[in-house]
């Protein structure tokens, strides 16, 4: 307690309020000095009275203001929301290519016994999701949708609108969808009548008894699909190996709709083939590449349907007319037959394994593990292509008889004849019953009538090699066991017969190369050896042998050179490895030569 008057404090602290009123923080302090010094006065000031009600309006005005700034803050965000919404629908709308499902017209009775217009509606849209799930080029399939699925349950404030509605409305202005509708009708004798329309499509009707419903309502989805998505439905077919429907329907189809002609003219091509017409086949391809000329499925298919017709010199010439048409990159354009036909096994690899990355390697015979193990195999890697083969079907036809080719190139390679024979008959009898396999392993009689004749077996290997003697290989192989019976001057002939064959393809030089070292004419060796190279510059086999010919002249630096240059085409292959340490032992590069053994042993 103090002797102050009381009458004083108050008008000190009423002063204070005054100056408070400036902000919030200065009021908040007045009263907290005003609280402390409450003991000691008395009754209030009415001038104190009026700066604690000042206090309570400022505070009332700033609630307001920011509730206000609040409040404009969150309706800017609705109708920015609303606007960005509704930008989103009409984007949606306009790249909209579904293919739209409405309800059909069903007569009473008919609807009461299950056939109502969402019921049919429904099973349309089944049989056209099905077409679409099955067709080839999955990334051409358009979504399917039912019509009345859209009426989502949500109103507009105000306007009584479904958004469902207004998805309809914006699809209709922008989008490019396709509708398919129609009726049923039903005859005084009980027979239905299916008519079936959609956007820019004549309607058509089918007919038959009720209890034949499914079958009409599969057809007349058929039709529809095959008159708005020609090649789609084209795909279709041949997925599902309906040739004779594929027949009646393609060539139509062809020539009522100029703008898919180039994949159509592709589908045809490969119901030619389907049904052993590959010659006609060809002229199709060739009708493709006039729309399509950059096209690398087309292209794949001409080579290797020219090779079956024409030979593998005419496939080889498609390739390198593709391979010369460049990339976005400016690198050669390269097709999987064409790599075949080059011994490219390294580029081979390296695709198979970025398809599987990409797309999961699904092709048409199944997974690319087979390419894969096959490749791995005729770059000497036997545990390596077994490895591939994990991932794929056991019991698969196509898996056992990669396993048995792979089997072959092994036993070959190390000259287990017995192992070979065995092999190659196994991998035979599948072959000779299984269509897949028979594609696949299109060289198995070549190998098995190598197999054949390095045992001695002449007449089962000639056998083998007259199946197929329109293959190189087969012509190289039957040279091979000429010159291993010890009739040079025949296997001489033959091995011409089969350069000719392909002249500007590896596979017979590299053969002639590897007799002529046997024989121990080194300098012709290297010649062929060098021809083989020059023609499939990433086939590691040749620039072994080149090695090995260099290496029986006592030119080790050279044949390092060639080894080292075949190993990035071939990493495990064990000859390859011992023979660049032999030649790097003989250099003196002791160190080296190790690391080579080491690689061999791996």
Known sequence: MTDEDPREGRIRLGRRREKATESLDAIEMAENAME??????????????????QRRLIKA????????????????????GFVIGLAMMVWTAAHSRAVVVDPFDSPFDLSRRGHTGQVIARSVSDVVTTIGADARNSAENRAVALNWTRDVAVVVPSTGVSIGEIDKLLRGWFGKETHIGGAVTVSPTGEVSLTIRADGVRGRTFTGPESEMPRLITEASEYIYGRFEPQLFASYLLETRRYEDAERFIPGA???HPGSRGEL???????????????????????????LPDDQDVWGMLIGTLFDVEGEEAAARAGREFAAKKDADGKPRESAPYLLLLQDWTRTVEAAEADIAETGGEGILGGQEFSLADAEGRRHDFAGALRHLAAATPDAPVTIATRHMIEVYRALAVNDRPAAVAAAETLDALWTTDDDVAFTFYEAPCFLGLAEGLSGRYAQAEAAFVRADRYVACAAFRADVLEARGRRAEADRQYGVAIRLAPSLPFAYQRRGLALLARGDTARAVTRFRDAHVRGPRWADPLKGWGDALAAQ?????????????????????????????ALDRLGRRREAEVQREKAAN
């Open 61 to 80: 005005q700033v609630s307001n203001e920011r509730m206000g700034l609040v409040l404009r803050v969150m309706t800017a965000m609705v109708g920015l």
């Open 265 to 291: 003219a592709y589908n045809w091509a490969i119901l030619l083939t389907s049904i052993g017409r590959p010659a006609e086949a060809v002229e199709k391809l060739r009708l493709a590449l006039q729309s």
């Open 254 to 256: 062809y020539a009522g």
């Open 554 to 582: 006592g030119r080790w630096a050279e044949a390092a050179a060639k080894y080292a240059e075949a190993e990035p085409l071939a990493p495990r292959w064990r000859d390859l490895h011992l023979a660049h340490a032999t």
């Open 36 to 53: 402390a010094a409450e003991p000691t006065m008395g009754p209030p000031d009415p001038a104190v009275l009026l700066v604690e009600e």
